[in-house]
């Protein structure tokens, strides 16, 4: 594997540039340079990766919260949505594209959807595999993490990017010596139509709406063929199937496949966020239910977007 050297000769740099450059060079030297992966600077500065197909698709991941942010297709068109208060200042998480939610999905005993969204990810891999570029990224438990869950991991993340499809891989493992429990979802937003999408699959599903009071879902069945967003919709499926379709409401259907990810949400928030709602759906793919490892223990879950 390469490993790019980088001149330091930036004498004027501040921290906060001094760190954002250490992360940039950190990321080359970590295995990216390989065909169809680099690194750029990206929003705010921040370093992204970029995953580019010789089939015309195109993918960008920022280290910062192992964010994927855009996932644009042959021809252009982009099926993730970022959201006009999205910000690249390290301040909160992206708003948008593919969020993690680690150790905690949802509210909880610590911050709102955990803290791998707001802790900046390492590239320690990266391959090309038939044309397809591939790359790995890491997040591992520091003084910030510990601070709130006081437990030894380690995250891995593969993305691979194929001319239809974007496919993701997230392992979790206990590196501590004691056990711990975690929820996680992958927070996906789409662009999307919120009058025209739709989902299909998840007719027959045990339900924990949480529209009529957040605090307290209710639960039921789904007896929908095909579940729109005609308001406010917040809705964890419980046991959804392995396959969902959601029609964007533009002209596409995107296919999401997963491996081990049990539960799946919806959600629009409708008229509290009046500047962009109309423009993007959730469709996440979640484990609701606490996932036990033992030391050394691991736990896989797969995800693959594909179009048509």
Known sequence: MAIVSIPFSLPHLNLRSVNRFSAMASARANGVATAGVKISEGEGSLPKVVLTSPHGSEAEIYLYGGCLTSWKVPGGKDLLFVRPDAVFNKKKPISGGLPHCFPQFGPGAIQQHGFARNMEWSVVDSENVEGDPVVTLELKDEPYSRAMWDFGFQALYKVILNAKSISTELKITNTDSKPFSFTTALHTYFSASV??????????????????????????????????????????YLDAPAELYLDNGLGDVITIKNSNWTDAVLWNPHLQMEACYKDFVCVENAKIGKVDLQPSESWIATQQLSLG
């Open 195 to 236: 009058t025209g999408a739709s989902v299909k699959g998840l007719k027959g599903c045990k339900t924990l709406n949480k529209e009529p009071d957040p605090t307290n879902p209710l639960e039921g069945q789904e007896e929908r063929d095909v579940v729109t967003f005609p308001g406010f919709v917040d809705c964890v």
